[in-house]
């Protein structure tokens, strides 16, 4: 998963769609991006997976289950209109366009049956995204440590937060419980095969 993102960050900050402030960042940069940008790619996909498996363990049932198709079904359909309406914006058409495919492909094609607890645990994750993900947009500092071109956005915010910044979120844990999901099924299997 941090592979791909950070192809992905490596582009998109090259091409101007998103940057970093240098008055907050250590100035150790890789390829392009600050130090601090990479350690997110460890640190946030490890704060995930505690956070789903935190709510495996505390909510036995899974309660968005008789939903997955409903919820899937509605993301999908919203974020392929934002991407065919806003297919000039490469930050909402990308985020858009890419999540949907992951989540058709989740729901219709593999049929993860984890999708409800994924649902669930990405809706708690977002009490944290808005905490962090505000200050590094500008709340409550003198200005933002990672600022946003709105030629490539639709300029609306929550709060300093650009709304695609939700869309990138889901699109970053989907991919991270869909990868420690089959790890994590293939470990079973084998385990099973060894008896």
Known sequence: MGAFFIIWDILFTHWGVWGFNPTYLSGINIVNLPMEEWLFFLTVPYA??????????????DILKPYVHIISASLVLLLGILAVLHNDKIYTFTA????????????????????????????????????VNGVLTGSGIPDEIVWYNNAENLAIRLGTIPIEDTIYCLLMLLMTISIYEYFKTRKSANEELAK
């Open 48 to 61: 995930c997976v505690f956070i789903y498996e935190v709510l495996n363990y505390f909510i036995k049932k």
């Open 96 to 131: 858009s366009i890419l999540t949907a495919m992951l989540l058709s492909y989740l729901t219709w094609h593999v049929w993860a049956d984890y999708l409800g607890r994924f649902y669930l645990a990405f809706l708690v994750s977002l009490i944290p995204f808005f905490m």
